[in-house]
T-cell receptor, first 113, second 114 residues
Framework: NAGVTQTPKFRVLKTGQSMTLLCAQDMNHEYMYWYRQDPGMGLRLIHYSVGEGTTAKGEVPDGYNVSRLKKQNFLLGLESAAPSQTSVYFC????????????FGQGTRLTVV | AQSVTQLDSQVPVFEEAPVELRCNYSSSVSVYLFWYVQYPNQGLQLLLK??????LVKGINGFEAEFNKSQTSFHLRKPSVHISDTAEYFCAVSSGGSNYKLTFGKGTLLTVNP
């Protein structure tokens, strides 16, 4: 019963380094999302995907890129990390249609120094 | 565009007291509403959801919420809280038009004191 799995759980990056966060879901969901969570800001949508091979920008996309080459995986990339990207990142997946709830991963705590 | 406002960022209460966490939404179309809970250092899990029908929705751990269309609200309530209810609570909305988007409020930190 894995659900949504995020890799890694913790990471420290130096400014300017790059990294990729991996999200994998085993529920055959169509929709996948990347959010970031910052104190007092709630969850803000970075990018999302409504199906394999499609991605779209959310409300805070700058500095991030995503890919969804396989239905079960959604990758979030930071090409040149900045201290402002220090955050907790959550991946979520959801079945097609607005009536379904999202299932979340356990989060990735990223610190950029 | 859809949006969610959680009116209280922090709510401290004593154990066994009742609690209400407030949530207002805006959307120009029909909505689906959700409450999630996040325990420390964990992901979010669903407490309850409103899709249609009865405006009073019951969820896990004794929580319930009431959908009020005229006031565009979806407040979360529990008649008697426990220490273990200490967590952050998020209200979220999904609208009929752009129903792939799930928009969250900024969260309410519920702290239950002995």
């Amino acid at each position: 019963n894995a659900g949504v799995t995020q890799t890694p759980k913790f990471r420290v990056l130096k400014t300017g380094q790059s990294m990729t966060l991996l999200c994998a879901q085993d529920m055959n969901h169509e929709y996948m999302y990347w959010y970031r969570q910052d104190p007092g800001m709630g969850l803000r949508l970075i990018h999302y995907s409504v199906g394999e091979g499609t991605t779209a920008k959310g409300e805070v996309p700058d500095g991030y890129n995503v890919s969804r080459l396989k239905k079960q995986n959604f990758l979030l990339g930071l090409e040149s990390a900045a201290p402002s990207q220090t955050s907790v990142y959550f991946c979520a997946s959801r079945d097609r249609g607005g009536v379904t709830e999202a299932f979340f991963g356990q989060g990735t705590r990223l610190t950029v120094v | 565009a859809q949006s969610v406002t959680q009116l209280d960022s922090q709510v401290p209460v004593f154990e066994e007291a009742p609690v209400e966490l407030r949530c207002n939404y805006s959307s120009s179309v029909s909505v689906y509403l959700f409450w999630y809970v996040q325990y420390p250092n964990q992901g979010l899990q669903l407490l309850l959801k409103y899709l249609s029908g009865s405006t009073l929705v019951k969820g896990i751990n004794g929580f319930e919420a009431e959908f009020n269309k005229s006031q565009t609200s979806f407040h979360l309530r529990k008649p008697s809280v426990h220490i273990s209810d200490t967590a952050e609570y998020f209200c979220a909305v999904s609208s009929g038009g752009s129903n792939y988007k799930l928009t969250f409020g900024k969260g309410t930190l519920l702290t239950v004191n002995p």
